[in-house]
């Protein structure tokens, strides 16, 4: 049989067709002998015996199988050794042919013994019916190479075709997704460029004519205070009243957020949207961070591995030794890493808690009293995703963004690209992004939260 017929599973044969035909008293020993049961019925005799041998010889072409010439000439054993008479019977004590005098005076005496014939009849009907499994096995497999594999192979052939135009009809999608962003993008940079060009034009030009008015005016007021006489310095109060008038409106040159390029320009949904997917769906792992017990508020409980901050009211709290790190009135922690360069992610379990915020905050941030300098997401020092009565929201600065989410999450992801300024919120079981913010970030940043129902947990991954 060919070794692609080991792919299919091949049905189990045995020299027991099933539990319903008689049994003749056929077993394998653990060897791999023919051994030997008590009969229930007596087999069929002589007649049935010829019938079968009749059947397997016109079906299988073999010859006469019992003659003892055949046997002979196969090398198969006919004659007693230790006796020299013919075999004849079966002692299915020990599972050998045996002739006569084994059985009345040799060493089968007083074993169960039965005539050769039968148990050679009940052999080769069971070989029968495994030859015809087999050759039922062997059509069942042929049909499955002809047939199925044979299906398989042209719709694999259709499948793949399909398979490669889907990915192709994908990519030139985003491909020319991609363009048009960038055409669009490149055109949107180029205008404010243009509107910057032109401002500091006009900036240029105006405060030029303003210079030229004010050095005309001081030199003409120089001129007049080294050359003219007393006479004419005490006549000339008009004409030094509109010089200095002159000077006044002039004005002082005030730098304006108007000259600077709009960063918001080249802000993109769509770019921003793939290159977080890209961020959140590729090998970025997650940062192993722990919160520093040096930084954790009284209001709050750290655990020993300083992975889960739970709150505790203020009828529970005990005073904590003074550090300079540790907020002392807002329910705050940080972790201990600063960070200032790379792409970070941390995951927090957040699904027992009502009332919480992650972000980070710059190292400076002050940690002592109860304004919201110390109070994460109210300063210009923190950044922070906050969820509390039901409801998140983006907090910088005691500015607040309303942030919809179609299923509160119950794990919160923080993602921080250093290079690009970036920073993530996100759902990480579904890789939603709840929330994101560009910044010009100018110190080290450290991963903070505040809670002020149950727990939450920094997750490992």
């Known amino acids: 049989m060919s070794e692609d017929y080991g792919l299919c599973e091949l049905a189990v044969v045995s020299l027991r067709d099933n539990e319903h035909e008689p049994d003749y008293g056929i077993q394998l020993t653990q060897d791999g002998h023919i051994n030997t049961v008590d009969l229930s019925s007596k087999p069929k005799e ?37 006796h020299e008479l013919e075999v004849d019977r079966y002692c299915r004590t020990e599972g050998r042919p045996v002739c006569q005098k084994c059985v009345s005076q040799g060493a089968c005496r007083n074993h169960t013994v039965i005539q050769l014939r039968l148990r050679a009849t009940a052999v080769r009907n069971q070989l029968v019916d495994i030859c015809e499994k087999m050759q039922l096995q062997a059509l069942q497999i042929e049909r499955f190479i002809n047939n199925t594999l044979t299906a398989k192979e042209k719709a694999l052939q259709v499948d793949a075709s399909s398979a490669r135009e889907r990915v192709v009809a994908q990519v030139n999608a985003v491909r020319e997704a991609l363009d048009e ?18 401002c500091l034009l006009t900036q240029r030009a105006h405060w030029s004519k303003s ?25 000339s109060n008009s004409e030094i009243s509109d010089r200095i008038e002159e000077a006044e409106g002039v004005g002082e040159p005030k730098d304006s957020e108007h000259l600077n390029l709009n960063r ?26 722990y919160f520093d017990e040096r930084t954790v508020s009284h209001l709050l409980l750290l655990s020993s591995d300083q992975l889960t901050l739970t709150y505790r009211p203020k009828r529970q709290k005990k005073g904590l030794e003074y550090d300079p790190a540790r907020f002392d009135n807002w ?21 027992d808690s009502a009332a919480f915020k992650v972000g980070v905050c710059y190292r400076s941030m002050e940690r002592k009293g109860s304004t919201n300098e110390s109070r994460l997401g109210f300063n210009a020092k923190s950044w922070v995703l ?18 919809v989410v179609v299923k509160s999450p119950k794990k919160v992801g923080v993602l921080l690209d250093w290079t690009t300024q970036t920073l993530l919120f996100y759902d990480p079981d579904s890789k939603c992004v709840l929330h994101a913010v560009r910044h010009t970030f100018t110190e080290p940043l450290l991963p903070a939260c505040a809670v002020a ?3 939450v947990s920094i997750v490992h991954s």
């Not at 049935?48 to 090398?75: H, I, K, P, Q, W």
């Not at 705050?332 to 379990?349: E, F, K, Q, R």
């Open 453 to 455: 129902d149950q727990r």
């Open 264 to 289: 918001d320009c080249s802000d993109s949904k769509l770019m921003l949207g793939m290159w977080a997917s890209a961020l959140l769906l590729g090998p970025t792992a997650t940062a192993r961070m």
């Open 386 to 403: 906050s969820h509390y009565e039901g409801n998140f929201s983006y907090c910088h600065n005691s500015q607040v963004v309303n942030v």
């Open 181 to 198: 962003e960038e055409q669009r993008l490149l055109e949107a940079v180029q205008r404010e460029e243009e509107r910057i060009e032109q």
């Open 211 to 235: 210079l030229n008015t004010l050095t005309h005016a001081r030199t003409s007021l120089v001129h007049k205070l080294t050359h003219a006489t007393d006479t004419i310095i005490v006549s």
């Open 331 to 351: 329910p705050n922690a940080l972790c201990l890493d600063p960070i200032s360069s790379g792409t970070h992610a941390w995951v927090l379990y957040v699904g």
């Open 46 to 82: 002589d007649s049935d015996l010829a019938t079968f041998e009749s059947t397997f010889r016109s079906t299988n072409g073999t010859a006469n199988m019992g003659s003892n010439v055949e046997a002979s000439s196969t090398g198969e054993l006919t004659v007693c050794p230790a």
